[in-house]
């Protein structure tokens, strides 16, 4: 049974900076592509980044210079590392992956940036 597992959320000021990471368990190959996206309260869920197994990414224009995504394909983990929070970064952000046809998400953990 695949898994994503989110950890990292939680409550920072504006301007600071979080680590999320992913995991990915239940599955023999790397995922395809890996990647987060957010939801905040009242809107639709949006992309953050994608990361392909190459290494190849795609950034929401709203995180690009603030937000970095990496993964390992060993330990079939994507991290995100988001700096100079803003509030409007607030939400919960779900990881995503692409397992040969077939795409999951996490439960999601919640970022919650104050002014």
């Known amino acids: 049974q695949v898994q994503l597992v989110e950890s990292g959320g939680g409550l920072v000021q504006a301007g600071g900076s979080l680590r999320l990471s992913c995991v990915a368990s239940g599955i023999i190959f790397s995922p395809n592509t890996m990647g987060w996206y957010r939801q905040a309260p009242g809107k639709q869920r949006e992309l953050v980044v994608t990361i392909a197994r190459s290494g190849n990414t795609n950034y929401a224009d709203s995180v690009k210079g603030r937000f970095t995504v990496s993964r390992d394909n060993a330990k079939n983990t994507v991290y995100l590392q988001m700096n100079s929070l803003k509030p409007e970064d607030t939400g919960v952000y779900y990881c995503?992956?692409?397992?040969?046809?077939?795409?999951?998400w996490g439960q999601g953990t919640q970022v919650t940036v104050s002014s």
């Open positions: 995503n992956a692409d397992v040969g046809p077939v795409n999951f």
